[in-house]
Structure formats: structure tokens, C-alpha cells
């Protein structure tokens, strides 16, 4: 019997112990993005963070071995040309970006997908590769390029590895997705006896069984796992299977470079998944997604490895260091479309005025139109009326707008995370005022800043797209739900990324 994959092992031992996502997460010490990732098939982890997870599922030595087994299978699992995510089957409206984003994907230059976050860019990149699959025969692929050093001042702190087991210390778990620490694994949990008939007989097996094919899902995804609490458990979960635990120092990393990075599971970096997909046996031309690039440092070195390969760049920024690509902004639906979006994930378009009323309160944001349509559906006793309501109140909008791993505020943060000092006050004061499309001169008038400051923070504003291009030229428009993250004082903690809502993950 074929062995389970570790995407099914991981989430079947979680299901068996009786934990959320968010309790195994203050378990182990291993983020909930994280954590939903593996169970996605989206990415594998290292001996230490596997040492958490199972001695927070309180695994039994043949569980953690098959366990161990399968990350290993996963991890050297070759990308393939059906590496793209899945496209969301309710993908609502862009028809002219679509068209454009596969009209551009044709030419040799890059094409980078910018605008605000959970704006929709990575659902779009994926619906308009997935329609113009057949156009490379190369296959289509898609990378995930989240920085890890992109780490907000509230990251929690890591605690220090014996010295024959470093953790690197550049590579801090992202403070956006805070995996809570501090938390101690539920003392009266029973150890999971109900794995066998969760995922069938071969959840059973010993590392050996684990390694075949199907134990495979795809290219690891960098995910930014935090360094597990107790590190020495590693030694000893490796020692039992008699695997050595690799050992990665901070000046390795750091000589990996931005692109090159491996994520702090020890998964391969994106640079070096890419070297593996441009060098496959594959012939003909390749679509790759590079998806969430930060800057254009990160994004440079990957556009020369992919060579000859049509490039798609999502990111926050419109990248303007990079020569010769072209740029589609993704801005918020249009109304209409954002409705409609709503109606499709909540599957009833009954109240048309409450309908429309929720797509207003979620500024037609795709992200948070996809949270308010998962709270509806994962709460079968509320009506559209019910949730237009709750998000009518400005105060408590926007800790509304979270549902499972998904949350609005985590989106925010982590581009507020990347601004300056100066340039966080300055949105802070602009967020009390009534201004709404801005530039150097508004921005001078509503906060008092001198030209010089005013012009660099709309510079950084626009850069990590929390500002986007207004319908006047050289304006900028600042979003409903920006500004109101953008009222909390400039100083405060980012807020936990992950709120229990009721409603299903997506």
C-alpha cells in the first residue's frame, strides 16, 4: 500500500490529537502559516521543527519516523510541470487584466503584478497561468519567494541552540505570522491513538515505506518556521531513526544571498528550486510565477536563472528598478464584481442590498470579501444583514475581517512592518485626516512634514503598496481598511495575525 505523503501525515496526526491549528502552533512553536502550508502540500520541514511537531502531537517512535520519512521524501520531490497551485474555482471578474497578464506572458520581458495587499495579485497570477498552460510546453511553475528577513520588530524572540546545532541568526520566523511561544502543550492531551484510522493502515509505516513517489508533493515553499523551543529534542528524534541533523550556519546564510536564501525550515531557497525547474528534462518554453518578491534585489538574481522562461512577478511594489518589464496594477474590484465574488464563495445572492453593503465595508478587497464570505458560510445561523451589520462599525472591522489563517490585519502588518519610523507616523497622522488621494503636497498640507520627508515617505508608502495609483495622474489613493490599520498608534505591536472566527481556513 502506497505511504502517506506528509501533508496527509501532518494533518492527520494533528486531527488524531485534537488540536487546532492555532493550538498546535503554541504547542510547538511553529507558525500557523507554516503549519497550514505543510498541511497543503506547500512545503516540508527540517529534523528541528519536526522534533516540535511531534513531540508536540506527542508521537510514538514509528509515527515520528514515518514522519520524518515523508518530510524527506517531500523535500526531494523534483517540480514538475503541474507545480502551479490550484486556481480557486470561484475567481470572480479581471477579465481584462487576465487578458492582459497572458497577452504580456507571451513576450520575453518579465511581467510584475503589483498593488496593495490581498489585493488578489497571487489569485490572479495563477487563474491567467493555469488558462495559458497549454501555450508552454515547458510546464508551468510557481515559486514562492516570501523574505523571511522581513521580520517586524514584535517577532517573538527565538531562544539560543546549543552550539552543535545553530540556529541561523538571520533568519528570523516572520513577524506578520508570530507563532506564539510561550504557549505549553495542553498537559491532559492524550497521545494520538486514532492515527491508523484517520489516514488508513499505512500511516504505520517505517521510513523506508515512506520515501516512494507518492509520498511527493511538490517544490518546498519557503514558509519561515520559527526555531522550535526545545532544539536538543531534535538531536534526540534524529539519533532515533539515524539521521543527522544538518546544521546551517548564520555565515552560510548570509552567503546564500537575498534570492538564494533557504527558508528557516532548511528548505531549499528559491534560487536554488529554480536552478532545479530550468534545468529539468522538460522541453519547450516555461511559465514561472515568482510570487511575493520583496524588492528588486531579491527578484534580480532569480530573472537571470530563469533565462529564456516567461517570468510573472507578484509583489507589493511595482518593482521600478527592474528594466524593461511590464506592469499590470491589480487594483480592488469594482463594485459589481466584488459582489458578485461574495455571492459565489457564500453561494446565495438573495439580499442584493446586504450583499453590496459587505463588499462596501470590505473596500471591494479581495482578501477581506474572501474572509467576510468565509465567516458567513462557517456561521450557517447569520444572514448577509447579520455580517453587514457586525462590519458597519468601523471600531471593530477590521478584527472582524479574519477567518482561520486568513486575516486583513496580518496583510497590513506586514507592510507596515517594512516602513520607517518617520514614514509610519506620517501615515498615522494622514489616516486622521479626511484625505483620501494624496501626494507630496497633501501629505505636506495633513501632516506638517517638509518636502523632503513627504516625498520619501510616499516613496516607501508606495513601495510596500499601501498606497496605489488614483485616477489622477500622480496621485495616490490610500485604501478604506489601510487607514484604518493606519490609525493605530505607529508605535504599538502589530496585532496577532490569527483571531479564532468560526468559519473555515483558506
Not at 528550486?273 to 532569480?302: F, H, K, T, W, Y
Not at 462590519?391 to 497590513?412: I, K, T, V
Request: proline share 11%; glycine share 8%.
Amino acid at each position: 500500500m502506497t505511504a502517506p505523503s506528509f501533508a496527509t501525515l501532518i494533518r492527520a496526526h494533528r486531527r488524531a490529537a485534537r488540536l487546532t491549528l492555532h493550538e498546535l502552533a503554541a504547542a510547538s512553536g511553529v507558525s500557523v502559516r507554516a503549519i497550514g502550508d505543510m498541511e497543503r502540500g506547500r512545503s516540508t520541514a527540517q529534523p528541528r521543527t519536526l522534533a516540535a511537531l511531534a513531540q508536540a502531537l506527542r508521537l510514538g517512535a514509528a509515527d515520528r519516523a514515518a514522519l520524518i520519512a515523508a518530510a524527506g521524501a517531500a523535500r526531494s520531490a523534483v517540480p514538475g510541470a503541474s507545480a502551479l497551485p490550484r486556481d480557486v474555482p470561484d475567481f470572480t471578474g479581471r477579465a481584462a487584466l487576465v487578458d492582459r497578464l497572458i497577452k504580456f506572458s507571451a513576450d520575453p520581458a518579465p511581467v510584475i503584478v503589483h498593488g496593495l495587499p490581498g489585493a488578489g495579485k497571487t489569485a490572479l497570477a495563477i487563474h491567467a497561468a493555469t488558462r495559458a498552460a497549454d501555450r508552454f510546453p515547458g510546464g508551468t511553475h510557481f515559486l514562492d519567494c516570501r523574505d523571511t528577513a522581513l521580520a517586524t520588530p514584535a517577532s517573538p524572540p527565538q531562544p539560543a541552540a546549543p552550539a552543535d546545532l545553530p540556529a541561523p541568526a538571520d533568519l528570523p520566523a516572520p513577524a506578520d505570522l508570530p507563532a506564539p511561544a510561550d504557549l505549553p502543550a495542553p498537559a491532559d492531551l492524550p497521545a494520538p491513538a486514532g492515527l491508523a484510522a484517520a489516514v488508513g493502515p499505512a500511516a504505520a509505516v517505517g521510513p523506508a515505506a515512506a520515501v516512494g513517489p507518492a509520498a511527493a508533493v511538490g517544490p518546498a515553499v519557503p514558509v519561515g518556521l520559527a526555531a522550535p523551543a526545545e532544539p536538543a529534542a531534535a538531536v534526540g528524534l534524529a539519533a532515533a531513526v539515524g539521521l543527522a541533523a544538518p546544521v546551517r550556519s548564520a555565515g552560510a546564510a548570509r552567503s546564500a544571498g537575498a534570492a538564494g536564501r533557504a527558508d528557516a525550515s532548511g528548505s531549499a531557497g528559491p534560487a536554488d528550486r529554480l536552478r532545479r525547474i530550468v534545468g529539468g528534462a522538460a522541453s519547450g518554453r516555461r511559465l514561472i510565477v515568482l510570487d511575493d518578491i520583496a524588492d528588486e534585489r531579491q527578484l534580480g538574481p532569480l530573472l537571470s536563472l530563469a533565462g529564456a522562461a516567461a517570468v510573472v512577478v507578484t509583489s507589493r511594489s511595482p518593482l521600478p528598478g527592474i528594466d524593461g518589464a511590464e506592469r499590470i496594477v491589480v487594483p480592488p474590484l469594482p463594485a459589481g464584481e466584488s459582489a458578485a465574488l461574495l455571492a459565489a464563495i457564500t453561494g446565495t445572492a438573495a439580499d442584493e442590498e446586504a450583499t453590496a453593503a459587505v463588499a462596501e465595508h470590505c473596500g471591494h478587497l479581495p482578501l477581506a470579501v474572501r474572509i467576510a464570505g468565509n465567516r458567513l458560510t462557517g456561521r450557517p445561523g447569520w444572514t448577509m444583514a447579520h455580517l453587514a451589520a457586525r462590519l458597519a462599525d468601523e471600531d471593530r472591522r477590521l478584527p472582524a475581517l479574519a477567518a482561520g489563517d486568513l486575516s486583513a490585519e496580518a496583510a497590513f502588518a506586514s507592510s507596515f512592518a517594512r516602513l520607517s519610523a518617520p514614514t509610519r507616523t506620517l501615515i498615522h497622522r494622514l489616516a486622521h485626516t479626511t484625505a483620501r488621494d494624496v501626494d507630496a503636497a497633501t501629505l505636506i498640507a495633513a501632516t506638517g512634514a517638509d518636502v523632503t520627508s513627504a516625498q520619501a515617505a510616499l516613496d516607501e508608502l508606495v513601495a510596500t503598496g499601501l498606497l496605489i495609483p488614483a485616477a489622477v495622474p500622480g496621485r495616490h489613493h490610500l485604501h478604506a481598511l489601510v487607514r484604518l490599520y493606519a490609525r493605530r498608534p505607529p508605535d504599538s505591536p502589530p496585532p496577532p495575525p490569527h483571531r479564532p472566527s468560526g468559519g473555515p481556513s483558506w
